[in-house]
């Protein structure tokens, strides 16, 4: 069975930090035209906005860098852009 992208992000996420909130948002769609290759179609631009315990206590920029490193797989198989909002149980958020 094929698997979309998004998907699969959305699976390592949940098993790496059991968030108690997860959105894995495509917006390639958004980003037509940015570049010439760039058709608005595909899985090319990715926003994250998770919420998980695990963050207690962890700095954005650690928080960021954790997500990265689990994401680099995809990111070094062609994802173009990663957009990360990460929070702890509590904090605010704009979402």
């Known amino acids: 069975m094929e698997t979309t992208l998004q998907s699969r ?16 948002i495509n917006e390639s769609h958004l980003h037509a035209g940015h570049q010439p290759d760039m058709t608005g179609t595909g899985e090319t631009h990715i926003r994250i906005r998770i919420v998980s315990a695990k963050f207690s206590g962890m700095p954005r920029l650690a928080r960021h860098r954790a997500i990265n490193e689990l994401l680099k797989p995809e990111l070094d198989a062609g994802l173009h852009a990663l957009a990360v909002e990460p929070a702890a149980p509590g904090e605010a958020v704009r979402w």
């Not at 992000?9 to 894995?24: Q, S």
């Open 9 to 24: 992000i959305e699976r390592k996420l949940t098993d790496a930090f059991a968030p108690e909130r997860l959105a894995v």
